[in-house]
């Protein structure tokens, strides 16, 4: 496989892409570069918003397509935001106001009760009918903060305290966040099979 399309909108996310598969044997074009309508994210589940949007991306530029769909699941919120993480406070609603919603959901619960993680799943799809499609998920356990910290990274990283590295992913630079994340582990996966030819 050489050319494929990256099916995601958000800059912070194919920030991320590149510079994993940099030295990858493959040409990941971004959907900005086509006139790619935005899919409509109807699923209940990761897993069916990812192939939604890699659909809808192979669908307008006939190249195979690489789609991500990711969020924090918190236990204490029951797993909110979790599919709804994008837009959180409301229809284009940014980071601050995400975040800000999620701290106010989270007020008085203790440090021990504010377990989340981050999850992300990876659909790869060689054509738009494509009935394997590869699918790849990470996630990345951590307690979410009272306050941020940190100015690296995008989303929710300023409150998301991993602690191994007693570091918010906002205070790690983008090679550890790679490293450790969610979505550093689902390309991790992504890669291998790729290089067990599963994508042929
Ligand atoms: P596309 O659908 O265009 O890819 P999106 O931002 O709408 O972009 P999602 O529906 O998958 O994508 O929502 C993911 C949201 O989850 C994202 O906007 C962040 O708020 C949060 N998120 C995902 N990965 C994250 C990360 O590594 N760090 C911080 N927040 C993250």
Redesign the pocket.
């Known amino acids: 496989m050489r050319k494929i399309v990256l ?4 800059a ?2 194919a920030r ?1 892409f590149a510079a994993v598969l940099a030295g990858f044997e493959l040409e990941i074009v971004p959907q900005s570069a086509f006139d790619v309508p935005e899919a409509e ?1 109807v699923g209940l589940t990761f897993v069916e ?1 990812a192939l939604l ?1 890699a659909r809808n991306a192979a669908l307008h530029t006939g190249l195979p397509a690489l ?6 699941v918190v236990d204490a919120l029951d797993g909110r935001p979790g599919i709804h ?2 837009r959180y406070a409301g229809p284009g609603a940014d ?1 601050c106001a ?1 975040i800000a919603k999620l701290l106010v959901e989270l007020r008085g619960v203790p440090a021990e009760r504010r377990t989340a993680r ?1 999850v ?1 799943t990876l659909a790869l799809l060689r054509h738009p009918a494509d009935p394997t499609p590869l699918i790849c998920q990470g996630s990345w356990e951590g307690l979410i903060l009272t306050e941020p910290r940190g100015a690296n ?5 300023p409150v ?1 305290f991993a602690p191994g590295e007693r570091r918010t ?1 906002a205070e790690m630079d983008p090679a550890d966040k790679n490293r450790l ?3 550093g582990r689902a390309l991790a996966l992504l890669r291998g099979q790729l290089r067990d030819g599963a994508a042929r």
């Open positions: 099916a995601t909108g958000n912070g996310k991320e994210e918003n949007k789609a991500d769909d990711s969020g924090l993480s994008a980071d995400n981050f992300c990274g995008f989303g929710y990283d998301f992913a994340s969610h979505r």
